[in-house]
């Protein structure tokens, strides 16, 4: 049974504190990805991450970082966050050929910028 | 612009009645379409992956529809279930596997 675990169900920061989302899966998926989901938009692509050390951007990735140190864990880096950064924060993770193979998700992280 | 729109926006239907959800694209070349749902505070599961040649295909009682002439599918939910109340997201893949969500269609049912 795949499993995508995030670090944390919720969290509230603070304007211009440096915020951390993880991401870990147990599948051996090469490709990993983190999207915000907001009501009325969908979910959209920050970034994505197809091997270790690498990293490809999305549709959104401004005010965004990612780090991939080791296959099975794939973080979001918020250097600075702001209030239009208040968003539900969902991690993925998928065999090669993501437009075809399923991606399978995390819970999500409600991440509130006060 | 590729866009994938869904309706309706919400829908609140009998436990026992059927229902059937829409989602048009306008994604351009086209690769497939996958139905997901997603539980409240959960994450998206995968119901279902249609083709460019395939025009119905089932998971249980769910049933989608493809036609790729009109750019249309919809998600056919039969008998439905108290547990059947979630979001249901339209995702269209086009060229170079780019992902393009639909916004959802947010179920309820009720007894």
């Known amino acids: 049974d795949v499993k995508v675990t995030q670090s944390s169900r919720y969290l509230v920061k603070r304007t211009g504190e440096k915020v951390f989302l993880e991401c870990v899966q147990d599948?051996?998926?090469?490709?990993m990805f983190w999207y915000r989901q907001d009501p009325g938009l969908g979910l959209r692509l920050i970034y994505f991450?197809?091997?270790?050390?690498?990293?490809e951007k999305g549709d959104i990735p401004e005010g965004y970082s990612v780090s991939r140190e080791k296959k099975e864990r794939f973080s979001l880096i918020l250097e600075s966050a702001s209030t239009n950064q208040t968003s539900m924060y969902l991690c993925?993770?998928?065999?090669?050929?993501?437009?075809?193979?399923?991606?399978?998700f995390g819970p999500g992280t409600r991440l509130t910028v006060l | 612009k590729n866009q994938v729109e869904q309706s309706p926006q919400s829908l609140i239907i009998l436990e026992g009645k059927n229902c059937t959800l829409q989602?048009?694209?306008?994604?351009?070349?086209?690769?497939?379409l996958r139905w997901y749902k997603q539980d409240t505070g959960r994450g998206p599961v995968s119901l279902t992956i249609?083709?460019?040649?395939?025009n119905t295909k089932s998971n249980g009682r769910y049933t989608a529809t493809l036609d790729a002439d009109t750019k249309q599918s919809s998600l056919h939910i039969t008998a439905s279930q108290l547990s059947d109340s979630a979001s249901y997201i339209c995702?269209?893949?086009?060229?170079?596997?780019?992902?393009?969500f639909g916004t959802g269609t947010q179920l309820k049912v009720e007894l």
């Open positions: 993925a993770s998928s065999f090669p050929g993501f437009g075809t193979n399923e991606q399978f």
């Open positions: 599948m051996d998926h090469e490709n």
């Open positions: 991450s197809y091997d270790v050390k690498m990293k």
């Open positions: 989602c048009n694209y306008t994604v351009s070349p086209f690769s497939n």
């Open positions: 249609m083709t460019f040649s395939e």
């Open positions: 995702v269209v893949t086009g060229g170079g596997n780019k992902l393009t």
